[in-house]
């Protein structure tokens, strides 16, 4: 770990050296880096960046200049198909996207065009994922049927309609509801379950509470050594593969289990900063430093308190990462699964 770190540091070191002191007007980054936004102005996204981009600026060495650009919808889908087509791997383009880009290269929608496994990461904000309902956790067992709200199948709710078939539950899916739609379908007795992601899962698992809904289990989280861990922000849910280890006596594997794995990263990834593949290894390095002093600022505290939203730096952003990209069988199993399932083909 030592060495791995001095190495790192030796990287900084060299690119400073290459661009001039860290402190002159000619630093490696002071002829302006920008950071392509993929999301409208005053998104989701956008706002994340407002809060995560001034300490990262500050972090980097004095005289680096860090400029904002917006492109495309809330998806991502179009800043990431920008970025790949034209951001130059000279330390000076650096991508934020949000987790759903990659949930739409996953699924094999023929308007993304790249590749994730092309990203560089530097940075990124991870959310719970929670499945909550109005059953006990007894409930869920193999063959089991209950009804989950979904708004819909290309989206996020992929990933818990997956889990819940690796599990062996026969979900029936009432599609089209989000939000507070959904929230009153349980509270009606529509639906036995409901899918709680991204921001604020705190405030909308308080607001279920109130319908006598209670989180069930959580996607989880890859722990410190690669393998599945239960999510820090719900220490008490048990994950999905522990869930799966009960019912089963086994672990989940196996493409469809890979390709899962990919689609609850992408459901739990607010953000994503990256560079693009061939940036040199000290402006990578560079970057990287700057982003572990960014999640340990005042502004990174306030995403973990007032969103739920909790930013990572390498090496735990390079392991989500990794996650998103499903390998060539998983991403194919994944599609059939769909065209099987829902009758659903890529658009």
């Known amino acids: 770990m030592a060495r791995r770190a001095r190495a ?12 001039a002191a860290a402190d002159g007007p000619s630093g490696p980054l002071a002829q302006g880096a920008t950071v392509l936004i993929a999301g409208p102005q005053d998104g989701p996204l956008d706002r994340v960046a407002a809060a995560i981009l001034p300490p990262l600026t500050r972090a980097l060495p004095r005289g680096s200049k860090v400029d904002r650009t917006n492109s495309g919808g809330i998806d991502g889908v179009t800043g990431a198909n920008r970025f790949e087509a034209r951001a130059a791997p000279d330390g000076l383009s650096v991508l934020m996207v949000p987790g759903a880009s990659a949930l739409a290269w996953l699924v094999g929608e023929r308007r993304a065009q790249f590749d994730v496994g092309h990203w560089v990461p530097l940075l990124a904000g991870a959310t719970p994922c929670i499945i909550a309902g109005r059953v006990p956790v007894q409930s869920l067992v193999p063959g089991a049927r209950l009804r989950i709200a979904a708004a819909s199948i290309a989206g996020p709710d992929v990933a818990a309609l997956l889990g819940l078939s690796l599990l062996g539950i026969e979900a029936s899916v009432l599609f089209g509801l989000r939000g507070r739609q959904a929230r009153e379908a349980l509270e009606q007795g529509g639906v036995d379950l409901v899918f709680v992601h991204g921001t604020r899962t705190s405030a909308q698992l308080a607001d279920l509470g109130r319908f006598g809904a209670t989180p069930l289990f959580s996607f989880g989280t890859p722990g410190p050594d690669g393998q599945p861990a239960r999510d820090p922000a719900a220490p008490g849910l048990p994950n999905l593969v522990e869930l799966h280890q009960r019912l089963h006596g086994a672990a989940p594997s196996g493409p469809l289990y890979q390709a899962w794995c990919s689609a609850a990263e992408a459901c739990s990834l607010a953000f ?76």
Do not use: C, K, Y
């Not at 790192?8 to 661009?19: E, F, K």
């Open 272 to 347: 994503l900063m990256a560079l693009p593949q061939m940036t040199p290894a000290a402006l990578i390095a560079l970057w990287r430093e700057a982003g572990a002093v960014a999640v340990r600022s005042p502004e990174a505290a306030a995403l973990v308190e007032l969103a739920d939203l909790h930013p990572l730096a390498a090496p735990a952003a390079i392991t989500r990462v990794g996650d998103l990209a499903a390998p060539p069988e998983a991403a194919l199993a994944l599609r059939q699964w769909l065209a099987g399932r829902f009758d659903w083909h890529p658009s």
């Open 8 to 19: 790192r540091s030796s990287l900084v070191h060299q690119a400073l050296a290459d661009g």
